[in-house]
């Protein structure tokens, strides 16, 4: 990976850069990305988060969210009381943060509420009744493609 600025752009997306940068200097006014440009970097983005593609090549990140979320490939909802197919092709988070003390609802009636985000966008939101406890570790894991 090399360094954008401040944020890190995957190798496999240097080529991409270089033709986005090359369109830009031979563009008409306005003109809009060409699509053979935006599924390029849609592949990148389901692969290595649109947040670290759109800040790397630079492009839109609300459009290419947008895009990424249109195709729909390796995520797919299944539904009331269905879970979420992650795909093959999910990569796994590259950092994951996990406090010391096991997670426990709390006492007083109200519980907590655990949410993980991929860097695709899809979110889980766990709610746990007061009282109850939760293996953080094991959900992340399952969550993000590694195993319980």
């Known amino acids: 990976m090399e360094t954008q ?24 006014g306005g003109e ?49 009381g269905g879970g979420i197919d992650l795909g093959a092709d999910v990569a796994a988070p590259l950092f994951v943060e996990l406090g010391a003390a096991p997670l426990m609802g709390s006492s007083g009636g109200e519980g907590a509420v655990v949410e993980l985000a991929r860097p695709d966008g899809t979110r889980m939101v766990v709610r746990l009744p007061a009282g109850a406890s939760l293996d953080l570790a094991r959900l992340a894991a399952a969550f993000c493609g590694g195993g319980a």
């Open 5 to 28: 600025g401040k944020w890190i752009l995957p190798a496999e997306a240097k080529p991409l850069q270089r033709r986005i940068e090359s369109w830009r200097r031979s563009r008409r």
């Open 32 to 80: 809009p990305m060409p699509g053979d440009l935006w599924r390029a970097a849609t592949a990148l983005a389901r692969k290595h988060g649109v947040s670290v593609i759109s800040r790397g090549l630079p492009v839109d990140y609300g459009a290419l969210k947008r895009r990424v979320e249109e195709d729909g490939e390796g995520v797919r909802d299944a539904g009331a």
